[in-house]
């Protein structure tokens, strides 16, 4: 099977810089996605990672260890509205079929 | 523009009726998802399709059934609802490599 673990909760104040972390167990690993969903919104996706290393789109960077089961998403100038949950979701065979399995997500809070 | 539309947005219903929750895609892509994800929890896969006349069961169980008749279409249905399946539910599509999904706006269903 796999698991995911992230931190429930994170705080951050506007204009600072925080990292959002999520470490897996998975049987056959693909890669790591990264989403983001706003109390009574859909998901959106935000990055992938499949290989080691840093992926950088704007202000949000994604980051992947395969022989840690390690990955982070980072969000730098945090800005109000980037308050909402995260949430890291696998992608590998032991979900069946290359889907997704999601972790529990992390709500952070941007504060001003 | 990537465009999937869930409806209805919400329902309440009492117990033992039948209902479908619709969902539509316009991407023209291959596999479609339903989610049930509670308030302030992770989603958890019910339902996938690789394209039409395929359906599949996800992770976690689940009483409803879906259908894919045409590529762009994939309903859900429940024949008895129970105040059990009182929930948000979501429909997603993607590529057949799922790491990006596309996810509607929801269906939030409440039982009573």
């Known amino acids: 099977g796999q698991s995911l673990e992230q931190p429930s909760e994170v705080t951050a104040v506007e204009g600072a810089i925080v990292q959002i972390n999520c470490t897996y167990q998975?049987?056959?690993?693909?890669?790591l996605s990264w989403y983001q969903q706003h109390d009574g919104g859909a998901p959106t996706f935000l990055s992938y990672?499949?290989?080691?290393g840093l992926e950088e789109t704007g202000r949000f960077s994604s980051f992947l260890s395969r022989s840690d089961s390690y990955g982070y998403l980072l969000l730098q100038e945090l800005q109000m509205k980037d308050s909402a949950s995260y949430f890291c979701?696998?992608?590998?065979?032991?979900?069946?079929?290359?889907?997704?399995?999601f972790g529990t997500g992390t709500r952070l809070t941007v504060i001003p | 523009e990537a465009d999937i539309y869930q409806t209805p947005r919400y329902l309440v219903i009492g117990t033992g009726k039948k209902i479908t929750l619709e969902c539509s895609q316009t991407?023209?892509?291959?596999?479609m998802y339903w989610y049930q994800q509670d308030p302030g929890m992770e989603l958890h896969l019910i339902h996938y399709?690789?394209?039409?006349?395929?359906?599949e069961k996800g992770d976690l169980s689940s009483e409803s059934t879906v259908s894919r008749i045409r590529t762009e279409h994939f309903p859900l249905t429940l024949e008895s609802a129970r105040p059990s399946h009182t929930s948000q539910y979501l429909c997603?599509?993607?590529?057949?490599?799922?790491?990006?999904?596309?996810f509607g706006p929801g269906t939030r269903l409440t039982v009573t």
């Open positions: 997603a599509s993607s590529e057949i490599e799922a790491y990006e999904q596309y």
């Open positions: 998975t049987s056959g690993f693909y890669g």
């Open positions: 990672n499949a290989l080691d």
């Open positions: 979701a696998v992608r590998d065979r032991g979900t069946g079929a290359n889907n997704l399995f």
């Open positions: 991407m023209g892509h291959d596999k």
């Open positions: 399709s690789y394209g039409v006349n395929s359906t």
